[in-house]
């Protein structure tokens, strides 16, 4: 632990640091977001920023902030696998409920939990006595558990900013690893009541004890919005677009499939068609910044999105030149979206799925005082909170955001009494609420418990080689046993990773027998690798065996262990069949399994 001077009080711990890299300008502090967010948090704290920064950039040079930048550095391996493998191509579909976008690979979960116990040992490292670890997000939901066992003095909280599908945690093969690692927090806050209940059924559906969970929605900068609404120079750029014939509708996502952008064009499309509104009375103002490029399931969503734009352009020109459709691929400032937004007759905000959507509290604060429209869509959490003073759709149905579109564009009037509601209402989300019930709701929750011990064995007793544990009754103490054993045997990161999840499947699978009356596990070190044995002892005082071994600590693992974990259900019930010992050995990427006198079917 750091003890000196110099340690954080509150350490944020985020994907991205709150500076950004330029080849041209060199260091810069980024816009908007989560860093403009927390700074009421970090003013007037001895506090650090944990982000990721890849290992060839150069550190980010002292004072460019008021906070301290801790760099988490990454090497290729890590980004690809982690970060754009299980981050990006599986946890953020999975957590909105997009079944078809999900994709799964053992090693990616192996450099996923890999890279967080290695997180883990940085904050650990860095945080003063006591401090206050705010956790942000996917990156970083398997955090919890080795931090916890190097530091179980600190307040520990994630905020999910994501929504949480009922769905989300049945997607995941590593579901039960996940939530395991997920438990050791002391408070999770989401989004919405909805997420929250969605993320206790998850927990509850493996019988794993979980943190305390509250909807702690994230809000606005609203000193910001309500200075842009005043500024001189926003409402100059309102003003220019004003000068345009028709409706003007704005829109500002990112070019996501959870955004519904393709949706949102083509259900224009649609009502151009059919002659719900001409080219001439109304037009889209779209930004839609590229993400995650490189990655398929992106870059498909940017072309359809330039295709249809394209599309609608050419087959319904206005009079006066313009486009219908004009479209932004680089982000804008936040003095210019305010410009847009002051000029703008409605906000048409249509995702599939969204934790929050702050584009919709902010486009309801800086128009409180005119007569606006706001299209939402349902799934979007601000729809928890100011849905009642917009047009909710489905962001699936196009038809239906066609309809609510004409429905807007073709009123005779807008309403300001229903903007003044729908303004109050957003106004209630702010970042220092969000903040103050944060922290309040931590200090409250945790932390719950000291720091977990390596072994409960001291390092020179003759047992050290071999661990036995009887008659635990739940996962995440057995799970917790077999990491420690690991850490004390020098094993490395990746090692640990894989044969958790092995552990887990064991486990979880052995403890499905109801009649079982105990369970002993034995942790021991081999020649060939770690073996994991678990034995119940039945009524009848027959022992049922389920014996795994894990390769040893440096073996490359992640193909061969998925094996491992796919047989183990079929090796549990063939010992509860039969009454016979099943062993299954695992050494260098090969398997081969026993059951007494005959062999399990693969």
């Known amino acids: 632990m750091n003890e ?82 299980c981050c990006n191509r599986t946890l953020w579909p999975a957590l909105h409920g997009r079944t078809g976008n999900v994709e799964q690979r053992a090693e990616w979960w192996s450099d996923y939990f890999r890279h967080a116990d290695r997180s883990a040992r940085l904050v650990a490292e860095r945080a003063a006595p006591g401090a206050t670890v705010w956790v942000h997000d996917y990156h970083f939901f398997g955090i919890a558990r080795n931090l916890r066992r190097l530091r179980g003095d600190v307040h520990l909280g994630l905020f999910c900013h994501t929504p949480i599908q009922p769905i989300t945690f049945g997607l995941l093969r590593e579901r039960g690893v996940l939530l395991d690692r997920m438990a050791s927090f002391d408070l999770i806050a989401t989004q919405t009541g909805s997420d929250a209940t969605n993320l206790q059924a998850a927990f509850e559906s493996i019988d794993l004890e979980c943190p305390v969970i509250r909807s702690i929605p994230v809000g606005l900068n609203l000193d910001a919005w309500d200075t842009y609404a005043q500024d001189p120079t926003v409402e100059a750029l309102a003003s220019r677009q004003r000068r345009v014939a028709g409706s003007l509708a704005v829109g500002v996502d990112r070019a996501d499939y959870t955004k519904g952008v393709v949706s949102k064009l083509l259900a224009i499309e649609i009502c151009l068609s059919r002659g719900d509104f001409a080219a001439d009375d109304f037009r889209l103002v779209q930004v839609a910044t590229p993400t995650r490029r490189g990655i398929p399931a992106y870059d498909l969503v940017f072309q359809e999105i330039r295709r249809a734009t394209q599309r609608i352009n050419a087959d319904h020109p206005r009079s006066d030149g313009r486009n219908v459709i004009e479209l932004h691929t680089t982000p804008m400032a936040p003095k210019e979206v305010a410009g847009l937004m002051r000029a703008a007759d409605l906000a048409l905000i249509t995702p599939v799925c969204d934790g929050m959507n702050l584009v919709a509290l902010e486009f309801s604060v800086v128009n409180e005082d005119r007569g606006v ?164 002892q039945d009524d009848d005082d027959t022992p049922l065996v389920v014996d795994r071994a894990a390769p040893a600590p440096d073996a490359a693992a992640g193909r061969g262990l998925s094996i491992v974990a796919a047989l183990t259900r079929q090796m549990t019930s063939q010992v509860r069949a039969n009454r016979r010992t099943t062993t299954l050995v695992m050494a260098a990427g090969a398997e081969r399994t026993r059951t007494g006198e005959s062999r399990v079917p693969s």
Not at 17 to 45: C, E, I, K, M, Y
């Open 373 to 536: 429209d706001v299209v939402l869509g349902r799934s979007a959490g601000a729809a928890s909170y100011i849905g009642e003073h917009c047009d909710l759709v489905d962001g699936n149905d196009v038809l239906d955001i066609a309809r609510s579109l004409a429905d807007c564009v073709t009123r005779p009037r807008l309403d300001l009494q229903r903007s003044q509601r729908r303004g109050h209402d957003a106004r209630r989300l702010t970042t220092r609420r969000w903040i103050g019930d944060f922290t309040r709701a931590l200090e409250e929750a945790g932390p719950a418990a000291t720091a977990l011990p390596n072994s409960d064995i001291a390092d020179d007793d003759p047992r050290n080689d071999t661990v036995t544990v009887t008659e635990f009754a739940d996962l995440a103490s057995v799970r917790a046993r077999a990491e420690n054993f690991l850490l004390r045997n020098g094993s490395s990161d990746e090692a640990i990773a894989d044969t958790k999840v092995v552990v887990t499947e064991i486990v979880s699978n052995a403890l499905q027998h109801a009649d079982a009356a105990s369970i002993a596990v034995t942790l021991s070190l081999t020649d060939t690798g770690i073996r994991l044995s678990i034995s119940h």
């Open 4 to 85: 000196t001077a110099d340690s954080p009080d509150l350490c944020v711990v985020a994907h991205r640091l709150p500076v950004h890299h330029d080849t041209d300008l060199g260091w810069q502090r980024s816009p908007g977001g989560l860093v403009s967010a927390l700074r009421p948090a970090l003013d007037g704290s001895s506090g650090a920023w944990f982000g990721h920064l890849p290992d060839d950039a150069p550190d980010p040079p002292t004072g460019l902030t008021d906070v301290r930048l801790v760099p988490i550095r990454i090497d290729d391996t890590t980004r690809e696998r982690a970060i754009d493998g």
